[in-house]
């Protein structure tokens, strides 16, 4: 179907878009492959972001996205961390999720449970951010995952969580 009026108002004559319409911005979505083992008590580097992967520039590799060539300009990030306390006591304290650029940590999101008894199994946390990226800045996400018993695996999800989900990443030039 051809687009044949706006506000209805007949198109007629049109024979190009203008030239500062940019159709092409860069977009990425994946969500993680499997689950990770991350460490304790420390800010871990999220990988693995290859499953429903949708990289219109080729500027995703996995685990880290960097500005490319000409694009430079205003995103929107958002990370969605799914995190698992279930091989390691089902008594998680403390899970943030981090988006990092150029390797420093720029916006974080998390649940802080270790006082009062409470703990968290199998929590989500989703964090977001709106960022203007140079050419070659790049963005990359971390977890901070700590337990009460400081026992057994952590981990953050992937694919193979079943019914909890993936752990998935989103970015977007806006402007």
């Known amino acids: 179907m051809a687009l044949t009026r706006i506000n209805n108002q007949a198109l007629t004559n049109v024979t190009e878009l203008p030239t500062n319409v940019d159709l092409q911005r860069p977009v990425v979505t994946a969500k993680k492959a499997s689950s990770q083992n991350v ?3 420390t800010w871990t580097k999220v990988t693995g972001f290859t499953v429903d992967e949708h990289d219109s520039h080729s500027a995703w590799d996995g685990s880290k996205f960097t500005v490319p060539s000409g694009q430079a300009g205003r995103y929107f990030v958002t990370f969605s961390c799914f995190a698992t306390f279930g091989d390691a006591g089902y008594d998680g ?3 943030f999720a981090s988006i990092s650029v150029n390797g420093t940590k720029q ?6 449970m270790a006082n009062g008894g409470r703990h968290m199994v199998d929590p989500r946390s ?3 951010m709106i960022y203007d990226l140079a050419v070659s800045d790049y ?7 700590q337990d009460d018993s400081a026992s057994g695996t952590l981990k953050v999800g992937g694919n193979s969580n079943g019914n909890n989900g993936a752990s998935a ?3 977007a030039r806006i402007d």
Do not use: D, K, W
Request: negative net charge.
């Open 39 to 41: 460490s304790r008590a």
């Open 93 to 95: 304290e403390n899970f």
């Open 107 to 112: 916006q974080y999101a998390g649940l802080n």
């Open 126 to 128: 989703t964090v977001t």
């Open 139 to 145: 963005v990359e996400f971390y977890a901070y995952i």
């Open 169 to 171: 990443i989103s970015i």
